[in-house]
Each structure stands twice: as structure tokens, then as C-alpha cells.
């Protein structure tokens, strides 16, 4: 019993701030939702896929130092809770609407939300505020990157070429 209480004293807690959070502006919890279906977490958020999604959410969207190396070259998740912090409500509305990036960043899911969806992740991201570290830079595809980094596989023989 005791420890029953104890345990929807822990989850009320956690969910506590988010209820607070979405009570003062419902975009927030609105795109706390968008950007965990959306995937961005995967890449964006150190450790989550290897950690079942079991990353504080104070410390979501700072990026990573994980590489994505291919024909494109090395690629790092950037972080978003500053490069979103820096805009405005409309730039980031303008900016993912033509988001252009080098794989593995799905940005033609981006440039497909709705504007109300995108107004929810910024509302969201801004509410965390901005945190962490930049991501490493781009390495172009005839140099090596400083590990860790995931190498994508060569086209298979007979692909289609370019
Ligand atoms: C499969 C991994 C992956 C997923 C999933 C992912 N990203 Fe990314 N994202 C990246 C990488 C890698 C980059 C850096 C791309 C580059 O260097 O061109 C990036 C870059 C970005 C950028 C910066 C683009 C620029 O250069 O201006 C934004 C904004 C962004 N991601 C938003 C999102 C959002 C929002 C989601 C969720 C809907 C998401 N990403 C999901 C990997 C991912």
C-alpha cells in the first residue's frame, strides 16, 4: 500500500510539470507529443533509442555526437533546443516548411507538418529552453570522422546510379 502511493506519488510527479507546462500553454503538451511521434528524439536525443525513450525530458533534443557517415558524407543530429531557441516563432515556421538537410535527417517529414503542428514544437522546445553543447561539424565524404559513427553501406551492385 505504502509503496503504492509512493509509486503515483513518483509518476505524478513526473507528470506534474507537463500538466503545469500545457495548463499555461496546451501547444506545449501538444508538441511534446509531435516531436516523440515524430521521431525526432531518435537522432536528435543522445542515448534514447538505446535507453527505450527512458531520457529525462529536460535533457531531450541536445543533440549528438553520434556521426551518420555515407555517400553524403559525416552527419551530426543538430541541437535543436538551441538552434530552435534562437528563432522566432515565424523563422522556425518558415525554416522547416523548406527544410533542407543531408540524410539520414528526414526533413521531407518536416516540411510536411501542419503549421500548428510546427508552431507546437517550437512552443514545446521553447518552454525546455536552450541547453547542451553544438553538435560536431560536417565531415565531407573524402574525410574520415573521429568516431563513434554509424557507416551506412554502399548501394547494393545493380542499384540504380544517380
Ligand atoms: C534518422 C535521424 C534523424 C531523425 C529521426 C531526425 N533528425 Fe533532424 N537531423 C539529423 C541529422 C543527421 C541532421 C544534420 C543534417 C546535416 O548536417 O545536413 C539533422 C538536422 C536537423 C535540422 C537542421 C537542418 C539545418 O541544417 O538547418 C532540423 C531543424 C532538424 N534536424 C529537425 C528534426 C525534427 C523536427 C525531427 C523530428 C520530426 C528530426 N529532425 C528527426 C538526423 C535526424
Not at 505524478?12 to 500553454?25: F, L, N, Y
Not at 536525443?45 to 555515407?70: F, H, M, N, S
Request: charge should be positive; glycine fraction near 12%; include cysteine.
Amino acid at each position: 500500500m505504502v509503496l503504492a502511493v509512493c509509486g503515483a506519488a513518483g509518476a505524478g510527479m513526473g507528470t506534474g510539470v507537463a500538466v503545469a507546462a500545457s495548463k499555461a500553454d496546451p501547444l506545449v503538451a501538444r508538441g511534446k507529443y509531435v516531436v516523440t511521434i515524430g521521431g525526432c528524439n531518435d537522432c536528435h536525443t543522445a542515448g534514447y533509442a538505446q535507453k527505450d525513450g527512458k531520457v529525462p525530458v529536460k535533457d531531450w533534443l541536445e543533440g549528438d555526437i553520434l556521426g551518420w557517415r555515407g555517400e553524403w558524407g559525416t552527419t551530426y543530429p543538430v541541437n535543436l533546443r538551441n538552434y530552435i531557441n534562437k528563432l522566432t516563432e515565424k523563422q522556425w515556421i518558415a525554416t522547416a516548411k523548406n527544410l533542407k538537410a543531408r540524410p539520414p535527417m528526414p526533413a521531407a517529414n518536416v516540411r510536411q507538418m501542419t503549421e500548428q503542428d510546427l508552431k507546437a514544437v517550437y512552443h514545446f522546445v521553447k518552454s525546455l529552453g536552450p541547453a547542451g553543447n553544438e553538435a560536431p561539424a560536417y565531415v565531407p565524404p573524402d574525410k574520415t570522422p573521429n568516431p563513434p559513427f554509424v557507416q551506412f553501406p554502399g548501394p547494393p551492385p545493380g542499384a540504380p546510379q544517380k
